[in-house]
Every structure is written in structure tokens, then in C-alpha cells.
Nanobody
């Protein structure tokens, strides 16, 4: 069992930046992913990283603006979000799984989510 707790969400103007953090309750060798879900939309992966940080994934919608990283000594994964757009508004979730994947069903553990709101 791994508990994940996200933090760092909030309200920001378009063009601004936020850094989300996801703290795990214990050291793991899990791949980690960040997902988001906006009202009326399906949950989508916005970034994923392998357990050692060697592999990362981003969809085209956030590539060049979002950066995922991890500090295994602190059991924490980060999502740096720059040049934010109103369409980035969503609840952001972190997740842990055994493989790097963009599919939500490949992840076994989920945080409670943190709201990100980008105003125009």
C-alpha cells in the first residue's frame, strides 16, 4: 500500500507557472504519472516517469510546457507547469504503477487530487 498526497495546486493567471508535488508514504520503485480531469472530460495523462527517472512521457498538449521529475530520496514526484493556459484547468492527480504508462488503468495507487485553475 502506498499513500500519495498532492500539493501545490491553486489559481494562476494564463502564462503563469505552478509546481505540483506528490509525496509518497514510503520509498517505492514505482513508475509515476500525473493525470488531470476537467469537468465533463475523461481523465488524461499529462506526464509519466520511470522509477529511476530515465524515461519520461508527455502528450503533445503539454510538451515543452510541463516537466515531470522525481526525487526518490524524498519519495516525491514533481510536475513543473509553465506557460499555463485556461484549458489546463482541471483536477490534477498523481498515480503510482509498475510500468510507465499513459493509461490510467495501469496505475495502482492514486492521490486525492489538487485543483489547478488558470484564469484568462
Amino acid at each position: 500500500q502506498v499513500l500519495l498526497v498532492e500539493s501545490g495546486g491553486g489559481l494562476v493567471q494564463a502564462g503563469g507557472s505552478l509546481r505540483l508535488s506528490c509525496a509518497a508514504s514510503r520509498r517505492t520503485r514505482y513508475a509515476m504519472g500525473w493525470f488531470r480531469q476537467a469537468p465533463g472530460k475523461e481523465r488524461e495523462c499529462v506526464a509519466a516517469i520511470s522509477w529511476n527517472g530515465g524515461n519520461t512521457y508527455y502528450p503533445d498538449s503539454v510538451k515543452g510546457r510541463f516537466t515531470i521529475s522525481r526525487d526518490n530520496a524524498k519519495n516525491t514526484v514533481y510536475l513543473q507547469m509553465n506557460s499555463l493556459k485556461p484549458e489546463d484547468t482541471a483536477i490534477y492527480y498523481c498515480a503510482a504503477g509498475s510500468v510507465v504508462s499513459t493509461g490510467q488503468y495501469d496505475y495502482d495507487y492514486w492521490g486525492q487530487g489538487t485543483q489547478v485553475t488558470v484564469s484568462s
